[in-house]
């Protein structure tokens, strides 16, 4: 048997895992600022939690799920997001008690998807939701969090937030109908994919990247004739709000993000910088969605982002994890070494040593890292209990004791 990877996953290694871990620390720092308290939630739910609120018609339930029927006959899902698992935690463990809930977290996510540059079947994404306020201070805050994150990790990258309002749901459904009747009229121009949503998702056709069908949506009733002014003037609040917070962004009328539980504030942080998977990040509200849960009739916003593809375009410093690496050239000295290696622990500094007991090994190594210091004992050192730290970067060495090591490193770096 040749063993290999599952087409569409990944293993994280080296830079990959720091990069991850920089990105973790960057977004727990953020939701601490804010209030917000992580959630984590289990990789798998009963299959009917996706399947009730994403519509047995969308793409994700159709045809991206991993759904099996464990040994006692339950049918589970590994979870394809993170909101309505953040949701399903949120009321079995009653903490819409106390309203608003602010939470977030990390963590992978499945779906399967035609594996490319920027497209996992299993991925991370990072999740930030606010249960129970429809104030649109809760659309401002969650889109600040999400840019103050992407321009800490990302200084100096081209991202622009798109941004647009699909009304209230009422509306929205008034819409639907018209656009299904819009599609229907034009069947014949459309791709077989959009054909297939005329009925279930017609939304969905509208950011079709298909020529033919980009033509026809161009000239599709446009959804800003069955906004209400209530939510017109919501979405003109929630523009001064990010234009305060010196946010750029476009409005982009065609975005209706991929699940159907969206309606009001949609948004997407985009970058030209990824080819085709160009979505960094993207949420809106979803005032529908604890309710039809099982959950109070509150409404909710949030969005998510994918790890992969922020780790992708950022820059990263390449840093060995080692301060120090070590050379010895006879076994005979291992008790020295030992002492050294407490030491070493015991002052927090990290060290490196490759079990050869041959300085030239040792020194071509430690080169090859580009660390500065190497700490060597020989036959000397063992005799007068002492350690010779060179600097590799400038070749000058010194023989010191033990206990002036920390000192030594941290007066020369
Ligand atoms: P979605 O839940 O589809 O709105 O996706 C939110 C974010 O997760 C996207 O903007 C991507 O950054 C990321 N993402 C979604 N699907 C994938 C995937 N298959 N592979 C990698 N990242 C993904």
Request: hydrophobic share 35%; proline share 3%; aromatic share 10%.
């Amino acid at each position: 048997m040749k063993i290999r990877p599952v087409r569409g996953t990944h293993d994280l290694y080296g830079d990959e895992i720091k990069k991850f871990n920089l990105i973790k620390n960057i977004v727990s720092q953020n939701a601490e600022l804010q209030s917000f308290n992580e959630l984590q939630t289990p990789i798998f739910e009963l299959s009917e939690l996706f399947s009730k609120p994403l519509g047995d018609q969308s793409d994700v339930v159709l045809k991206e799920m991993y759904t099996f029927k464990d040994q006692g006959d339950d049918l589970l899902t590994l979870r394809p997001e993170y909101t309505t698992p953040m949701i399903r935690a949120a009321i079995t463990k009653n903490l819409l008690n106390e309203i608003p809930l602010k939470v977030y977290g990390f963590g992978p996510m499945f779906r399967r998807e035609r594996p490319q540059k920027g497209r996992y079947r299993q991925f991370n994404q990072i999740n930030f939701e606010i249960f129970g306020s429809n104030d649109v201070m809760s659309d401002i805050e969650i889109i600040v969090i999400a840019d103050d994150i992407l321009k800490s990790i990302l200084p100096g990258c081209e991202i622009i937030l798109n941004l647009n309002t699909l009304g209230e749901r009422d509306n929205l459904k008034k819409y639907k109908t018209i656009l299904s009747k819009y599609f229907n009229d034009n069947k014949n121009k459309l791709s077989e994919e959009s054909r297939n949503k005329i009925e279930s998702n017609p939304l969905r056709i509208l950011d079709s990247k298909n020529e033919n069908d980009i033509e026809i949506s161009n000239i599709a009733p446009p959804i800003q004739d069955y906004i209400s002014n209530k939510s017109k003037i919501q979405f003109e609040e929630l523009k001064q709000g990010l234009k305060f917070n010196n946010i750029d962004f476009v409005i982009n009328h065609k975005l209706v993000r991929g699940l159907d539980y969206y309606s009001q504030t949609v948004f997407e942080f985009k970058t030209k910088n990824l080819g085709s998977q160009d979505t960094l990040l993207g949420g809106g509200r979803y005032d529908g969605l604890i309710n039809i849960l099982g959950g109070p009739d509150i409404p909710g916003v949030g969005w998510a982002a994918g790890i992969e593809r922020i780790a992708m375009l950022m820059e990263f410093k390449k840093n060995t994890n080692s301060k120090v690496h070590i050379a010895i050239n006879n076994k005979k000295f291992v008790t020295h070494l030992q002492t050294l290696f407490k030491y070493l622990k015991n002052n927090q500094i990290s060290f490196y040593w490759n079990y050869k007991y041959n300085f030239k090994k040792s020194l071509s190594k430690a080169n090859q890292d580009k660390v500065k210091y190497i700490i060597m004992m020989g036959e000397k050192e063992f005799e007068s209990k002492s350690y010779t730290l060179r600097n590799l970067y400038s070749g000058n060495q010194n023989e010191i004791k033990l206990d002036e090591i920390k000192n030594y490193l941290n007066d020369q770096s």
